[in-house]
């Protein structure tokens, strides 16, 4: 048997494969059959307790307690490139902190166990992926993931695209005025929303009906912090010093995102090599790690690095690097990604450099930063995420320039910019 940790993966010996998920408490464990988009082709592709069975993957209670998904690889339709193995607390409220789910992979037939794995450092998740059974090149591997979610089985679901029935809003936001304005009369007092007193109770209401509230001035939308937004209308373009709030529809994004940075050299520049890296912090704003070409992943595979791209040429982005937003431990509450120029060309012979920050399962961009000048410094801080005390992370513009080549020299500035 062999035990798994983030991100490594193994191929599968057997065509039939059970995942078993055990854990101290009750769990509601599912499988996720994803297209090549990363999402469920319809509902039917979503296999739980309430509906355990699909194409393929089934769901059953597994013998010595939990939950067991079990993946026919044979019977998988062709248009399915992955299975994702999910776990949620059954009880309301409860996050993983303290207990360790366990994913055993074993051979359905034989029983044989071919492989676990217990996620590492879990804390305010609620739900998470456990492993995913994928299909590379014909063959089938099993993934360890281990990526948390703070917002239940539902957040997963609708990351996957599945359908998922919420309550509407309380009713009270949308409501009528309490009741039409008294006749539009100059003399009626500026933000008088009910009629005056003595009025009899409006079994029929005035003959000019909403003729006119004054504006709803008098009940403002209490708009966002001044220079904050959200991901609500789509893709956001920052501007040097605003942020955004990785919230969207209510929820803060705690999936799996990915910084790419990209720049070109200036015209009739050398090809220039850069270095992208980026910097976790503690909340005592001491560094905790930091990820970049010469070490690709950090902090249990939470954050991971695509690796040097030497010399910036090409379309879209020359360095990128992936964070599990859920799976980062609690120690880390800020992150800081910088570009260094390791040869010692400035800054102002590069051209177009930016950064974005994608959905890493859709590749959706979400918000972008482009410097709009350069100076002829060796380094600059692109952009800084921080993890609110609500749980959800903030993303902030920097565009800092400093004298740096390498990440170990943009420590302590960056540290000051959190």
């Known amino acids: 048997m062999t035990a798994m940790t983030p991100g490594s993966n193994l191929p599968l010996s057997a065509v039939r494969v059970a995942v078993d998920v055990t854990a101290p408490v009750r769990l509601d464990v599912s499988g996720l059959l994803l297209a090549a988009d990363g999402k469920v082709r319809s509902d039917d592709d979503f296999v739980f307790y309430n509906q355990p069975a699909g194409p393929g993957v089934t769901h059953s209670a597994a013998a010595g307690g939990g939950d067991t998904i079990t993946v026919d690889t044979a019977a998988v339709p062709d248009g399915i490139e992955k299975i994702v193995v999910t776990a949620s607390l059954d009880q309301p409220g409860a996050t993983f902190a303290g207990t360790e789910p366990t994913g055993t992979v074993r051979n359905a037939d034989d029983n044989s166990v071919l492989a676990s794995f217990t996620p590492p450092q879990l804390g305010a998740e609620t739900a998470l992926v456990v492993v995913e059974i994928y299909r590379r090149s014909g063959a089938w591997k099993v993934r360890a993931v281990g990526q948390g979610y703070a917002n239940g089985l539902a957040g997963i679901a609708t990351d996957f695209g599945v359908s998922v029935e919420e309550p509407a809003a309380p009713a009270a936001a949308p409501q009528a005025p309490p009741a039409p304005p008294a006749p539009a009369a100059p003399a009626a007092p500026a933000g008088q929303w009910g009629p005056p007193a003595g009025t009899p109770a409006p079994a029929a209401p005035p003959a000019s009906p909403p003729a006119a509230p004054p504006a709803p001035a008098a009940a403002p939308a209490a708009p966002a912090a001044p220079g904050k937004i959200n991901l609500d209308k789509g893709r956001v373009s920052l501007q040097k010093n605003q942020t955004v709030s990785l919230v969207k529809g209510g929820r803060p994004l705690l999936s799996s995102v990915r910084m790419g940075l990209g720049w070109e050299p200036a015209f009739r520049s050398k090809s220039i090599d850069l270095d992208a890296s980026v910097i976790a912090y503690g909340p005592d704003r001491k560094k905790v790690d930091n990820c970049f070409f010469g ?24 360095e990128a690097i992936t964070v599990h937003l859920g799976g980062l431990p609690p120690e880390v509450t800020g992150l800081v990604f910088v570009v260094n120029s390791f040869s010692g060309q400035k800054f102002s012979d590069v051209a177009k450099a930016y950064c974005r920050l994608l959905d890493a399962q859709s590749g959706e961009e979400l918000v972008r930063f482009d410097l709009t000048h350069s100076e002829p410094r060796t380094g ?31 420590v302590k500035p960056a540290g000051k910019a959190l």
């Open 295 to 318: 070490k690709l992943m950090i902090l249990g595979g939470a954050i991971q690095h695509s690796g040097d791209n030497l010399t910036g040429e090409g379309a879209g982005d020359d």
């Open 380 to 410: 600059v801080m692109m952009a800084k995420l921080i993890r609110q005390f609500s749980g959800e992370w903030e993303m902030t513009a920097l565009g800092e320039y400093v004298d740096a080549r390498t990440v170990r020299g943009m």
